[in-house]
């Protein structure tokens, strides 16, 4: 992993804007070999060791290899192991605080204003601390299977992942301990197994104090996750829904986004505008009691030729058919709902959705022909609202409001005469001036 002289130059330009503010500011290069890109062992061929090859690369980029310090040296700095030793930055203060910005897999790859601005405000506000509960087969986010969470959660390389935007992530069994009291927000990700007594009092304890919660359930779930979402007046609907469509699986949803969720919630409110939906498939609805004691606010919901299916469960084969005689309900129905009630001095919040798969590696990654998805929306939306609007970082600029010119039919003559006669006279005035 290198950094290269003629790099620091572009690298300074990058940071120009902070450093202005902090002249005191000093960047230093630590310059160092390991294992990291197995890209490049073609070009090792023959080098038996990992000194071999750094000497050959060294050699191949016309460097010394005596400025670069060995695996063991960098080690005694800083270990990067966890970091797959790429090349990252450390931002530290006087007091030895630290905080790390990356470089991510995107066009982009280094960090912008939201990373580093995140990155510095980590040092004067507490980063909010998620905990995804473990057991009972839930997504697993360091996984990165189709249905697991490490793209939105974990992974290190991608920008908007939840460790990158500012908070601390951490995975949590209730079966061996209780919520710890520095917990933000508990997530809850499509179990297949209920809670057993213990787990279920740990929990409710969190719930009684006023703790934050992401709840996702799935097709399936309903008798396993509604014991949980029961208390705070959410239920989710029997089946799975479905809407006909020519070309897509009846259980595929696109979901829209709400007035109400763009106007409470700022990662919508563009979405809302440009349209965007959120694919769903296999999404439960989720029906809601207000007397529980919270609100509640749709954030997505269903086209209006919607249904919850409850005979049908092969949705490749069968083609389903809406029958209310049996129980099945057509209508816009919420597929995410946002909660919130006042415990004590504090404002407890809550997201619950009758999907898991819509925030999963697989569906986040992929393109959908005819759907113009932001499904990454619900990430954003989601963990802004339950840390208070701490992370993830808002750095867009305000539109400007002076973007129309409105010209009157009588004002029209004065400008047009102005351009074909005033303005060359001026010119010409002006450059005559200049010869002379």
Not at 124 to 129: A, G, H, L
């Amino acid at each position: 992993a290198i950094a290269l002289p003629s790099q620091l130059k572009s690298d300074y330009e990058r940071f120009e804007k902070y450093i202005r503010f902090k002249p005191d500011t000093k960047m230093e290069y630590v310059y160092y070999y390991d294992e990291a890109n197995s890209q490049l062992d073609f070009r090792l061929e023959g080098c038996n060791t990992l000194e071999e090859k750094a000497q050959k690369m060294a050699n191949i980029l016309n460097l010394n290899i005596n400025m670069f310090l060995t695996p063991e040296q960098i080690r005694e700095k800083i270990d990067l192991r966890n970091e797959g030793n790429h090349f990252i930055r450390v931002v530290e203060r006087d007091n030895g605080q630290k905080s790390i910005l990356r470089l991510f897999n995107d066009n982009e790859k280094h960090p912008s204003e939201t990373e580093i601005s995140t990155a510095l405000k980590r040092f004067v506000v507490q980063s909010p601390k998620v905990a995804f509960l473990t057991g009972h087969e839930t997504r697993d986010i360091y996984k990165t299977g189709d249905r697991d969470y490490n793209q939105f959660a974990e992974n290190q390389y991608f920008r908007y992942s939840l460790r990158n935007q500012g908070f601390d992530v951490v995975t949590l069994s209730l079966e061996d301990q209780e919520v710890p009291e520095d917990i933000d927000i508990v997530v809850i990700a499509d179990m297949k197994t209920p809670f057993n007594e213990v787990e279920n009092d740990r929990l409710n304890k969190y719930i009684a104090r006023g703790g934050n919660l992401f709840i996702l359930g799935d097709a399936r779930r309903q008798e396993i996750m509604n014991p949980i979402t029961e208390q705070m007046g959410v239920t989710f609907m029997s089946g799975t829904l479905v809407e006909m469509k020519e070309n897509d699986s009846p259980s595929l949803i696109a979901g829209h986004i709400t007035k109400e969720a763009a106007q409470r919630f700022k990662p919508y409110t563009r979405p809302y505008e440009f349209r965007s939906v959120i694919t769903m498939p296999d999404v439960v609805g989720l029906v809601f009691d207000p007397s529980k004691g919270f609100n509640a606010s749709p954030v997505i919901v269903t086209d209006s030729l919607c249904w919850n299916e409850l005979q049908t469960t092969d949705f490749l084969d069968d083609k389903p058919q809406y029958n209310p005689e049996t129980g099945e309900k057509q209508g816009i129905i919420p597929t995410i709902l946002a909660l919130d009630r006042k415990v004590g001095d504090k404002e407890q919040r809550i997201v619950i959705t009758g999907d898991a798969d819509c925030v999963s590696n697989g569906e986040m990654s992929k393109s959908r022909n005819g759907y113009s998805s932001n499904n990454f929306t619900v990430i954003t939306g989601t963990f802004k609202w339950l840390s208070y609007d701490e992370y993830p970082l808002d750095t867009e600029r305000i539109n400007p409001e002076d973007n129309a010119v409105s010209i009157g039919r009588d004002a029209r003559k004065m400008v047009r005469y102005g351009c074909y006669a005033l303005l060359p006279l001026i010119f010409a005035a002006c450059g005559i001036t200049i010869l002379v």
